[in-house]
C-alpha cells in the first residue's frame, strides 16, 4: 500500500505564490508519474501539471510560465510550485502517482487533496 500525504494548500491573494508537497509513502518501487490535478466546484478533475522518472515535465496551457513541478526522488516527494495566482486557480488541488518498475504494471494513487483558495 502506498500513502500521498499533500500539504502546502491554504488561502492567498492574487498574484501570491504557494508551494505544494506531496510525499509518497509505503511500498513504493518506483515512481513513474506524479502529477498534480486539481477540481474546482462544479467543474472536472483537470491534469495541471506532470512529471516522468527521466524529469521530463509537461503544463496545462492555464499554468505554463506560472506552475513549475519538480520532485526530490530520494525523499519520494513531489512539489508544485505555483507563482502569479489567480482566482480561477481555486480549487481543490489532487496528488497523483502511477508506480511500478514494469512499465507495462502500473499502480495508481491518489491524494486526499489540499484547497487552494485565490481571493482578496
Known amino acids: 500500500q502506498v500513502q500521498l500525504v499533500e500539504s502546502g494548500g491554504g488561502l492567498v491573494q492574487p498574484g501570491g505564490s504557494l508551494r505544494l508537497s506531496c510525499a509518497a509513502s509505503g511500498s513504493i518501487s518506483s515512481i513513474t508519474f506524479m502529477g498534480w490535478y486539481r477540481q474546482a466546484p462544479g467543474k472536472q478533475r483537470e491534469l495541471v501539471a506532470g512529471i516522468i522518472s527521466s524529469g521530463v515535465t509537461s503544463y496545462a496551457d492555464t499554468v505554463k510560465g506560472r506552475f513549475t513541478i519538480s520532485r526530490d526522488n530520494a525523499k519520494n516527494t513531489g512539489y508544485l510550485q505555483m507563482t502569479g495566482l489567480k482566482p480561477e486557480d481555486t480549487a481543490v488541488y489532487y496528488c497523483?502517482?502511477?508506480?511500478?518498475?514494469?512499465?507495462?504494471?502500473?499502480?495508481?494513487?491518489w491524494g486526499q487533496g489540499t484547497q487552494v483558495t485565490v481571493s482578496t
Open positions: 497523483h502517482v502511477k508506480i511500478g518498475r514494469d512499465p507495462t504494471i502500473q499502480y495508481a494513487y
